[in-house]
């Protein structure tokens, strides 16, 4: 199964920064010394022209120069560098490629990605460009190349925040579906309206929230057929996450993962996987939660490779 990685790209922050930058490298460390089946591949760089069919080209020019406003940056939540933009260009591209990979091999992952706060024309929430968004206009852009019908796109949001960014870009799009199970309590506090949002209590749990999956899936099956689902796979839901006000257990957390592989693989639908959130006050329990989810991951590839043999 192939994985595409840009933590080598470094993105410099002050000390005391709160985003858990280091998650991503002890992530890749973990699937290299426990799934050597997962084949890491270096994210290649999104384009001017990729970001383009999702955000504004002001927006790109004024990242790529510098000229972006102080005020832009804080809601983003990064310090501006020529590295930042350089990281969050390969983040948009792996999960591209990844994309592309699900596409002909049933399922494929980014390593990162999952920046749902991202708007066409800003950032917001530790989100730069919207890999998710950008994926799936370009699917759709070369399926339509090859193909007479058009390329159907689900993203299934399961970070634990709303995906503001992704629901208001394609909120006058039906070839995209935008699906979110979120904390109905937490950031953004204010929401954009989604295909399908699904808002919890603080404090959900395993239990009430698979039943809340069961459901969306089942609403997202009658409304929309998808040729093709992205699905962010928030490790943020845990009940050790300092930013995440839901008590998912590690088991609860697994079986989320197996249900949404498991939904699209009856349906024969590839799906490409971003990790999205996680900000575990451990952050070995974050890693541990994902680690999970390419465990799972690996499972579904598999089967899809003995459509292929």
């Known amino acids: 199964m192939q994985a595409f990685y840009s933590d080598h790209f470094i993105l410099p922050l002050p000390a005391g920064h709160r985003f858990p930058m280091a998650k991503y490298a002890l992530l890749r460390e973990r699937l290299a010394s426990e799934l050597p089946r997962v084949a890491m591949l270096e994210a290649p760089r999104a384009s001017d022209g990729e970001l383009a069919l999702v955000h504004s080209p002001a927006y790109i020019a004024s990242l790529e120069q510098g000229t972006i406003s102080p005020q832009a940056m804080r809601e983003i939540g990064f310090p501006w560098s020529a590295a930042m933009v350089e990281r969050s ?4 591209g792996a999960t591209v490629v990844a994309a592309r990979m699900a596409l002909h091999e049933g399922v494929a992952a980014n390593l990162a990605g999952g920046t749902h ?19 799936a206009r370009l699917m759709q852009v070369e399926w339509g190349r090859q193909q007479r019908q058009p390329l159907r796109v689900a993203i299934i949001d399961l970070d634990v925040h709303q995906g ?10 039906g070839s995209v579906f935008t699906l979110s199970l979120h904390g109905e309590k937490n950031f953004p506090f204010h929401k954009e309206s ?45 009940a050790g996450d300092r930013l995440g006000r839901l008590k998912l257990s590690h088991d609860g957390l697994e079986a989320r ?12 639908i590839p799906l490409a996987f971003a990790m999205a959130g996680g900000y575990g006050v451990k952050i070995e329990e974050t890693v541990q939660v994902q680690l999970t989810t390419y465990r799972v991951a690996l499972e ?7 459509l292929r043999a």
């Open 257 to 268: 993962d197996r249900r949404v592989f498991d939904w699209c693989w009856q349906r024969r």
């Open 89 to 92: 260009r390969r983040s948009a």
């Open 194 to 238: 989604s295909d399908l949002d699904v808002a919890l209590p603080d404090g959900c749990a395993d239990e009430p929230y698979l039943q809340a999956l069961e459901a969306a899936l089942d609403a997202l099956q009658h409304r929309f057929e998808p040729g093709l689902v992205i699905y962010l796979a928030g490790a943020d839901p845990f």
């Open 164 to 173: 503001n960014g992704t629901a208001h870009i394609f909120q006058q799009d």
């Open 117 to 135: 706060h991202a708007y066409a024309g800003k950032g917001g929430g530790f989100c730069v460009f919207n890999d998710a968004a950008v994926a």
């Open 300 to 306: 579904y590839w598999r089967r899809w490779q003995t």
